[in-house]
């Protein structure tokens, strides 16, 4: 059987050295730091991708560590595997670049917990992060890459450096990516359980898998919390291994984000048309790399927590937008109604309140389950 590299597990990354975050970013000295990823498929062997895309000066690995997960920060000592470089242990990862691990020959399959180790001998400055990884992480002093546990670790909220794992899989194996913004990423559901809405829609499938490249607060038409979506398409979309399908889900910080933020542009979001521009520029670019296109509609958000985020005139345009979405006009493949899948029957500008995370913004994993149910698999060729 002929088998190629695809994609079982993928974090998009944000530039710590932005004007404004969310989330606070980072940087390391001296310390092991411990990350765990669910892989979305399995295969034959792996290897694991390392990223010091935003860097700003080269990346020192002092040792790499690959490990079956028990729970919290522990692993099972048996299958703890040193990572290589091009053959060495060690390796610097140059500003800007990416490093894949030499093959690792690990049978895994498609839900299982890996751990990978990370020791960070120098000062790293601020770490190219990911808001919402799979799960929590730890660091602790000194080269712990094999210790069953890491005793009295800091608990780290984002993920740092880890990018991606690749399987080798059977040629012919095709895989979504889900692109876009919080909802898509999974905040505000549980750490640990996988739950956001496209990993919980991957597991309804009966071939193939999807990958996440979601990032909290992106947006489709301008750089302020990671590049904006048009700009990603290369790196987070056609740059990875296996991809056939796109799943979008944007918007709602192109609308919402304007008004609590007035870097760099001044207060105040997109119109329905320019919107709806960028969303066929996006369309069209990935229908030219010959891939199928899924579009969505912009979730509900009225009511939200956030000051300034809610206002009339992003709701009007995401009114607007949803409308040209679900008609005849539209440049995707197919449109799923992920608005309605959560939306308050009564008030449909509301997230529905057994599936509001608590911030009226965000979706919980109830409601993350409730949009992956919505979703009609068949859409998911894969």
Known sequence: MTTTWIAAHRSAVINPYEVFHLFEPRGFSGQTVRQSVRLAGGGEALRVRLSNRYGKEPLRIGGAHLAVRTRGSGIDPASDTPLRFSGAGTVDVPVGEEIVSDPVELPVSAGEELTVSLHLPGETGLSTYSAVPYDIGYAVPGDQLSAAVLEGAEQLPLGHYLTGVDVLAPEGTRIAVAFGDSWIEGAFTTPGTDNSFPSQLGRRLTRGWIVNQGISGNRLLTDE??????????????????????????????????????????????????????????????HRAGLTVIGSTIGPYRGTVYDGYDTEAGQAVRREVNAWLLGDGHPFDAVVDLAAAVADPDEPDRIRAEFNAGDGLHINDAGAQAIADAIDVNLLDL
């Open 225 to 286: 919390i990671g590049d904006h979506l048009l700009s990603r398409i290369d790196h987070d979309v056609l740059a990875v291994p296996g991809v056939s399908h796109v799943l979008i889900h944007i918007g709602l910080n192109d609308l919402g984000l304007p008004g609590t933020i007035a870097y760099p542009e001044p207060a105040g979001g997109p119109s329905a048309a320019e919107f709806t521009a960028g969303l066929t520029a996006l369309a069209d670019r990935l």
